[in-house]
T-cell receptor
């Protein structure tokens, strides 16, 4: 596709359930980022994949959060045992990552609501 | 550790007036600096970036930003605001020396008053 896509666009779940959020980056982009956007909190970095390097997981808020990137392309963010404070918009972005000078292209996000 | 601050949660400007959205940063090495915009019900879009060279960077939609190393700032500016500029603006920094991830500020909501 022409841009970064994310699915689902909206997800409503019950507290305690697991959810998976998917990101399809732009073809050829080696860098992939996950962010969380909450009201009044701006953009919170979660995790960063760059090529075949070990991902930077320093932003994951707890061990309930995990992410993987298969084949250097599609990424899945998994939240286990969801809590109400996990409710937010989860954004994925990709970039070509030529020495870090390239801008990121963002997907439309997945709005997660935990009841 | 690198960080970026946007000291204003909200900025109100009358249409036709110049606008400034402030951003300051902290890195141990040399910064790459970015501005992104999020229009209502739309995804984040890249506006402009500073990598090296001229301190005044021009970007999309008539925006520009000035890199000031001594003040560690990268304020976003536009000479004449439009109502359509109303959006959420994010400043971001990457420490190229550390080959680190990009860090975003909390965002500034810009309201252009007709």
């Amino acid at each position: 596709g022409a841009g970064v896509s994310q699915s689902p666009s909206n997800k409503v779940t019950e507290k305690g359930k697991d959810v998976e959020l998917r990101c399809d980056p732009i073809s050829g982009h080696t860098a992939l980022y996950w962010y969380r956007q909450s009201l009044g909190q701006g953009l919170e970095f979660l995790i960063y994949f760059q090529g075949n390097s070990a991902p930077d997981k320093s932003g994951l808020p707890s061990d309930r959060f995990s992410a993987e990137r298969t084949g250097g392309s599609v990424s899945t963010l998994t939240i286990q045992r969801t809590q109400q404070e996990d409710s937010a918009v989860y954004l994925c972005a990709s970039s070509i990552q030529r020495g870090g000078i390239d801008e990121q292209f963002f997907g439309p996000g997945t709005r997660l609501t935990v009841l | 550790a690198q960080s970026v601050a946007q000291p204003e949660d909200q900025v109100n400007v009358a249409e036709g007036n110049p606008l400034t959205v402030k951003c300051t940063y902290s890195v141990s090495g040399n910064p790459y600096l970015f501005w992104y915009v999020q229009y209502p019900n739309r995804g984040l879009q890249f506006l402009l970036k500073y990598i090296t060279g001229d301190n005044l960077v021009k970007g999309s939609y008539g925006f520009e930003a000035e890199f000031n190393k001594s003040q560690t700032s990268f304020h976003l500016k536009k000479p004449s605001a439009l109502v359509s500029d109303s959006a959420l603006y994010f400043c971001a920094v990457r420490d190229i020396t550390r080959d680190d991830k990009i860090i975003f500020g909390k965002g500034t909501r810009l309201h252009i008053l007709p």
